[in-house]
């Protein structure tokens, strides 16, 4: 028996229909189909988060100018307080809020009585300390469930104060993961927000999307995007802003980083302000490089396209040696990845520079075509859980419509290989062998450990120590710990050492794993 029936062979026959589809092994030849983004099995201990999760603390929390208040019991909001490691800091423009957590605090005779006089004085407490231009309002479970009208408040406060008020119906029992709450998050920004600025246009102007700033990630390349030349009008949403977001419609071009969370502004921006979008992805040397041409390919300017080979060519020389050494140490060695819908695939170029090879990775709520590559999307399934989250359609918007090339040059680039409106997802690049599991499990984690014994485990905070006990190093690839950033030619060597640190500590010799 493989590893994969071995583990899977544990299960009730009822749990074992639902998982088989969920657990795969890569085989050569024709693509293969995963079931995802699916309700978890009741009782097993998954490793998702929930909607309010993927709304508040993924997508909007990061956005510093905006006072986010968290409308329930204070643990929701201590909970996506500084945990995620998205990184922000104020320039004179603009104030950072995001050490702060802000939450109503609802008890137990809110939840009676209703919660919405609490949310009004909390709005009021935070104009008259804070002065914010914007605010954002999330909601949690309970909030649901009682029917407070926070958008009604929202509204209203909207009014009395003359400033921006958002409200987020991202209850945490919404959806089947945090996935839901992107699709939330995304659509309030896009309804509210994108489009209301009066910027003017700039040259070589982009918008980066889905790069949330995690451990300075987004400082590095937005570091490496201005020595190009690039005007970056907006970062959505890491170290992002609401003043910044409101002229994001002005930029000639959406660079996707993580896919999974903000596919939808990236498409309805296409529709309404007719801005192409390219899949990037600014973690390991190779993709860097690739991205970078990508993007100076689109706008073809040839003085653009020979300062971004020249960048790219000192940025190496700094780093060059020093990623030659990491590789000697970490050369041959086996990971495991496990990561929420987009760092899993993200990381793996960058593994397979140094010598390492990824046997077992997953997604905790990646779509399918998160694994299969966008081409499958007309043929995913709707179910009732993501009807549940809403779909907005836009419309073209006359007066801010651009397209930068015609139809024919789109088709040009394309052909060419540049990545407009194109991802091709995990597949693209995991090795044959690997074994893939949808929504992991604890249960999952820790057979799998035994069975494939890898050299490192990339996951989070809820089975690293687990992983840890049985000798085997792990490092987190959420909120990197307390080091990065990881992305960008500067992130990569600090990536190699942080593994090679982790994987030589003499420590693991000397832990017995329970089983043993
Ligand atoms: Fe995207 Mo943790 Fe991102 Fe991804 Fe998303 Fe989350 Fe984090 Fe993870 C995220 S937005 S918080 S890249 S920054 S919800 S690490 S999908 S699970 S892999």
């Known amino acids: 028996m493989d590893s994969r029936d071995k583990v899977l062979d544990k299960y009730s026959s009822k749990i074992y229909k639902n998982r088989k589809e969920h657990v795969i092994e890569i085989e050569a030849g024709e693509p293969q189909v995963i079931a995802a983004d699916t309700r978890a099995i009741p009782g097993i201990m998954t490793n998702r988060g929930c909607c309010y999760a993927g709304c508040k603390g993924v997508v909007i929390g990061p956005l510093k100018d ?52 609490k949310l009004r004085q909390a709005i009021k407490e935070a104009v008259e300390i804070f002065n914010p231009e914007c605010i954002m309002i999330s909601s949690t479970c309970p909030v649901g469930l009682i029917g407070d009208d926070i958008h009604a408040v929202a509204a209203e406060a909207e009014k009395m104060y003359g400033i921006k008020v958002l409200a987020f119906s991202c209850e945490g029992y919404k959806g089947v993961s945090q996935s839901g709450g992107h699709h939330i998050a995304n659509n309030g920004l896009m309804k509210y927000i994108i489009g209301t600025g009066d910027a003017e246009p700039q040259k070589y102007s982009i918008n980066l999307l889905g790069e949330y700033n995690i451990g300075g990630d987004g400082w590095e390349v937005e570091r490496i995007l ?70 100076a390919t689109y ?23 020093g990623m030659a050494y990491y590789k000697s140490k970490l050369d041959g060695k086996k990971a495991a990845v496990y990561v929420g819908g987009s760092r899993t695939h993200h990381y793996i170029n960058l593994l397979k520079y140094l010598g390492v090879d990824v046997i077992l990775a997953g997604y905790e709520f990646g779509h399918r075509d998160d694994y299969e590559g966008r081409d499958v999307i007309p043929s995913i399934k709707i179910d009732a859980d993501s009807k549940n989250i809403e779909s907005i359609t836009v419309t073209k918007d006359e007066a801010n419509y651009k397209t930068f090339h015609t139809p024919e040059k789109i088709e040009e680039l394309k052909a060419a290989g540049v990545p407009i409106e194109k991802y091709d997802g995990l597949w693209n690049d995991i090795a044959e062998g690997a074994i893939i599991t ?32 049985s000798g085997v190093p792990s490092r987190q690839l959420h909120s990197y710990d307390y080091s990065g950033p990881y992305a960008g030619f500067r992130g990569a060597l600090n990536f190699a050492k942080d593994i090679t640190m982790a994987t030589y500590t003499p420590v693991w010799n000397m832990v017995q794993a329970p089983w043993k």
């Open 66 to 117: 905006v006072v986010n208040i968290v409308h329930g019991p204070i643990g929701c909001a201590y909970y996506t307080w500084g945990t995620r490691r998205n990184k922000a800091k104020s320039d004179e423009s603009t104030k950072d809020f995001t050490q702060y957590s802000f939450s109503t605090d609802m008890q137990e005779t809110d939840i009676v009585f209703g919660g919405e006089k």
């Open 226 to 295: 201005k020595r190009i030349g690039y005007n970056v009008v907006s970062v959505m949403t890491g170290d992002g802003s609401y003043a910044d977001l409101k002229n994001a419609h002005t930029a000639d071009l959406n660079l996707v980083q993580c896919h999974r969370s903000i596919n939808y502004i990236a498409e309805m921006m296409k529709t309404k302000y007719g801005m192409d979008w390219i899949k990037v992805n600014f973690i390991g040397l190779e993709s860097i490089k690739s991205s970078l041409m990508d993007i």
């Open 299 to 321: 706008f073809g300017d040839p003085a653009l396209l020979a300062r971004t080979e020249e960048v790219i060519a000192e940025e190496l020389d700094e780093i060059e040696e």
């Open 438 to 469: 949808d929504d992991f499990n604890h249960f999952e984690t820790e057979e799998f450990l035994k069975e494939l014994k890898p050299d490192i485990f990339f996951s989070g905070i809820k089975d690293k120590f687990i992983v840890q006990k």
